[in-house]
């Protein structure tokens, strides 16, 4: 007589899996960055954009207000010039998902033990990495012509940018989630605030001279303290009342950002 033995099955036990912030992401910014990467053509003109607006906007400044402006022209604009490539880079960090709606890909990267964060926090980076780069070649086309580079400045000035865009990129990533079944509508909200934003932070002209009213909004607008903040920075001083609102203006953006961004998120995983 033979006895049956019946395997018991044995219980696996499924280990949680654990994220890292730091590690998540880069990865998801290493992943944004392979299309940009496969597309030289674009990074180059990305690269030499800040340059021309440069040429043609610069020469206006220095002839009409070259002399009322401190530390001359260049110290001013030059740092103007990196907040607004900083501005439209990371504000347009959601239309590339409104295309993942399309194919698919975001809902696949839902599923993936990646930190919600690091979703919004890679996806803005990718947008610094273009930045630093510009940074560099502007920095050096535009020291021969009287540009000041102060390192220590420059570089807490480009930390300072990497805070406030990831902040921006989120909202972006979220107002992308809001509009992904009206994708034009995307474009005309970015549009719509990104434009008074620039004019109301004294980016491109002096608000000293404008109107009252200007000059009050001003106030109210997180840009301009950044833009404030970069100036200050570039020029040299790295501990000053304007750097110390420029970056609790970046960290309540980012602290916004992510908030509004990962609730949007969550939600249109539901």
Do not use: C
């Not at 502007?138 to 805070?163: C, E, R, S, Y």
């Not at 750097?243 to 960290?251: D, E, N, R, S, Y």
Request: glycine share 8%.
């Amino acid at each position: 007589m033979t006895t049956l033995t019946v395997p018991t099955p044995t219980q696996q036990i499924t280990q949680p899996v654990s994220r890292n912030l730091f590690r998540d992401t880069s990865f998801v910014m290493r992943r944004e960055l392979k299309p940009v990467l496969r597309d030289p053509f674009s990074l180059i003109f990305g690269m030499i954009q800040p340059l021309v607006f440069l040429a043609l906007f610069g020469p206006l400044l220095a002839g009409s207000l070259g002399g009322s402006l401190d530390g001359g022209v260049w110290q001013w604009f030059v740092p103007a010039i990196l907040v607004m490539t900083t501005l439209f880079g990371t504000s347009a960090t959601g239309s590339n998902l409104l295309t993942e709606f399309v194919t698919g890909a975001h809902e696949r990267m839902l599923v993936t033990p990646l930190s919600r964060s690091s979703l919004l926090i890679g996806r803005a980076l990718k947008e610094m990495v273009p930045l630093f780069g510009q940074a560099v070649i502007v920095i050096a086309v535009m020291t021969p012509f009287g540009f000041d580079l102060h390192p220590v400045g420059a570089l807490v000035g480009l930390a300072l940018l990497a805070v406030f865009g990831v902040g921006l990129g989120s909202f972006s990533y979220a107002l992308a989630i809001a509009v992904r079944k009206q994708e034009w509508m995307f474009w005309v909200v970015q549009q719509t605030f990104l434009f008074p934003l620039m004019i109301l932070s004294g980016m491109l002209l002096p608000l000293e001279t404008g109107p009252e009213w200007m000059r009050v909004a001003s106030k109210f607008n997180p840009l301009s303290y950044l833009v404030d903040a970069e100036r200050t920075l570039f020029s040299g001083t790295v501990t000053s009342t304007t750097v110390l609102w420029g970056w609790l203006a970046a960290f309540i953006t980012v602290a916004l950002g992510l908030t509004v961004g990962i609730r949007s998120m969550l939600r249109s995983a539901d």
